[in-house]
């Protein structure tokens, strides 16, 4: 994005608590992102995170994909994101493996924040996955989302250190203050740098 553009339009994702909505909302209130969430939805209605996107003024939406095909449940995400007019889909906590039709739909557009190194411990609870492990460096990963499960190009990381008495919720939490860090600071990078992809590398100039 250049000086004087609109900013751009985002589209978050959730199924649950919604910290890293509020990161990304604060940032962009802050200025410190050239965005605005258009749009919040949730594939549960009791997600957390949709309160929280409310308490901040912002739309939510709660889509629930209970009892419905992903097919189904899937168009209905398309048609709302669309009405948004979404530059980005940001996942933040979704917790459901999107089609590889919905992904080509918004080919290098989605991004997905992972509480892990990836490609280590993808998939859920990798905060207590790479504690059980023994690794002595966690951390989290932005990515572009492809149509595997946490296999996207990465786009930035953030390290933290595993200690001798870490738990996983203790881990969890520390890994989780650097995803509020990283979230805002990745999307900042792809909305105001020249970025292509190149093979797996995402390539900043
Ligand atoms: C975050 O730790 C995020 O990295 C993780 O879900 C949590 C959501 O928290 N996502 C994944 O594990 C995706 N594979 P939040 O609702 O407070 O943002």
Redesign the pocket.
């Known amino acids: 994005m250049s000086a004087g553009s609109p900013p751009a339009r985002l589209v978050v994702l ?1 199924s ?6 509020v990161a990304l909302a604060d940032a962009c209130a802050r200025g410190e992102l050239p965005a605005e969430i258009v749009l919040v939805a949730a594939n549960r209605a009791d997600a957390a ?1 949709l309160d929280r996107a409310r308490e901040r003024g912002l739309a939510a939406l709660a889509l629930p994909s209970k009892g419905l095909s992903r097919e189904e449940h899937e168009a209905r995400l398309v048609a709302v994101i669309e009405q948004a007019r979404a530059d980005w889909v940001c996942l ?2 979704y ?1 459901r493996l999107l089609s590889p039709s919905f992904i080509e739909r918004f080919a290098s557009r989605i991004v ?4 892990a190194l990836l490609p280590a411990f993808p998939g ?1 609870d ?1 905060q207590a996955q790479a504690w059980a492990y023994g690794v002595k460096v966690s951390g ?1 990963t932005v990515h572009l989302v492809d149509a595997g499960c ?1 296999t996207g190009p990465i786009v930035l990381q953030r390290t933290v250190p595993v200690l001798d008495d870490d738990t996983p919720d203790r881990l969890a939490h520390r890994i ?1 203050e650097q ?1 509020h860090v990283a979230y805002p600071a990745a999307l900042r990078m792809l909305l105001s740098r020249p970025w292509r992809v190149e093979g797996r590398r995402v390539i900043f100039s």
């Open positions: 959730l649950g608590r919604g910290s890293n909505l995170g933040a906590g917790l997905n924040i992972h509480p859920v990798a989290c946490d989780l995803e």
